[in-house]
Structures are given as structure tokens and as C-alpha cells.
């Protein structure tokens, strides 16, 4: 697969519909690529452009794009939705970007959607059911993805090993570089009670691609992002 890892990418942004005339035409000084995620906007019908996308393809002609998606439903055990493999398809043909991303997560069972997303199991045959469904997804676009940890509020008790054991052994499998989301370490660490320095002196510092820093808000003694 073509896009070598560990690229040094410097400093990125999130893309929020706020900000899209003031990185239209130049991105602000300090900023080397801004990261764009497609559920922060409308779609409108398939196989038609929507405003989100033509201002990605403006932008792009100046400047590199990351897409981040929400909606791959990555750690899911449903049937990946034909809908969901065009729309990235069509991201990644228009748009031609730094690379593709998403979360070890998921949010549909059964064929219901759910709002939050959820972190799966940590069990082996997770490991092997996740890895699968992000190797589909790279052979559809020819490249490797960028995985990102999921912010917790609880685990499952059938959890057979630690969460960035569970990263781990993901990436080596599929293939894919991991986004270490420092917010979200946080955020777990907090609601379940473990050591954050602990969850990520366990990882690989070869298969991070990335870090990402936000945010998050307390409700009811626990955070969430």
C-alpha cells in the first residue's frame, strides 16, 4: 500500500464550519494541514457534491487535508453499509487526502444506530473482527488508516486485556498507524480509574502517527469529550 507512516505532518487543526472562509484561500500562520471531518457537516444525496466538499476541494489546492471520519463504524460486528464504503471513496478520490482516519469504536448493533460512540470489547476475537474490517477499508482506498482511541466512561467485563494492549496488537495485525487522542486518555483514565502514564507506556511508540489534543466537559463526576 502507497503513504509511508511516520510522516512528520507538524502542527494540524480541526476544520469546523466556523473557520472554513478564514482557511479558504491560505491556512493561518503556525498551521501546516487542517483535519476535516465529514459528520461535523450535512451530506446531501449521494454521488452529488455537497457545500462541505466543494470548499475541501478549494482548500485542498492550497493546502494538505486530513479526513477524519465518525460513521466507518470501525469496532462494529453489523455488515459495513454500502452507503459508508462510497462515501469514502468519494472522500478519498476528490478530495486525495494526507490520509484517512477514524475510531476504535463503534455505533450501530443490530442494524440500530446509537448516538455515542463506544469502545468494543478488548478480547482477541475483537482484535480479529476490528483488524478485518480496517483492512477492508484500506484494500477500498489503496493505502493505510490512522485509528483512533475512543474516549471511555466504562469498559466490557468480558475485556480480555488492557485497552492499549488491545491498540496494539490492532495495528500490528491490520496494518494501520494509531492517533494517540491524549484528551481522551484522560477522559478514561478519569471515569474507569487507571493510570494514564501506565495506558501509554504499553503502546508502541512506532505505530503512533499522531496526537491529537481537545477537550472535554464533567457531568454527573465523570468527563466526557
Known amino acids: 500500500m502507497k503513504k509511508q507512516m511516520n510522516q512528520n505532518l507538524g502542527v494540524g487543526c480541526v476544520l469546523v464550519p466556523d473557520i472554513i472562509d478564514e482557511v479558504f484561500e491560505k491556512l493561518p500562520s503556525g498551521i501546516d494541514w487542517v483535519e476535516a471531518s465529514p459528520s461535523l457537516f450535512s451530506f446531501l444525496n449521494p454521488g452529488r457534491p455537497d457545500i462541505f466538499i466543494q470548499s475541501l476541494i478549494e482548500i485542498s489546492k492550497h493546502s494538505s487535508l486530513g479526513i477524519h471520519f465518525l460513521n466507518l463504524n470501525i469496532g462494529s460486528t453489523d455488515p459495513i453499509l454500502k452507503s459508508t464504503v462510497q462515501c469514502l471513496k468519494k472522500y478519498h478520490s476528490w478530495i486525495k487526502p494526507l490520509h484517512i482516519s477514524d475510531h476504535m469504536g463503534w455505533r450501530s448493533v443490530g442494524g440500530k444506530q446509537i448516538i455515542e460512540m463506544l469502545p468494543p470489547p478488548f478480547t482477541k476475537r475483537s482484535v480479529s ?84 489534543i481537545a477537550g472535554y466537559i464533567e457531568r454527573d463526576g465523570y468527563l466526557v469529550d
Do not use: T, W
Open 129 to 212: 473482527n476490528i483488524s478485518d474490517r480496517i483492512k477492508f477499508y484500506q484494500d477500498v482506498i489503496g493505502e493505510k488508516m490512522l485509528i483512533e482511541n475512543v474516549a471511555c466512561c466504562a469498559y466490557f467485563a468480558s475485556s480480555e486485556m488492557p485497552e492499549c494492549e488491545f491498540l496494539s496488537q490492532v495495528s500490528e495485525e491490520s496494518g494501520c498507524g494509531l492517533i494517540l487522542d491524549i484528551s481522551n486518555i484522560v477522559i478514561s483514565a478519569h471515569n474507569i480509574g487507571f493510570d494514564a502514564h501506565e495506558f501509554i507506556n504499553g503502546l508502541d511508540p512506532s505505530q503512533i502517527q499522531q496526537l491529537h
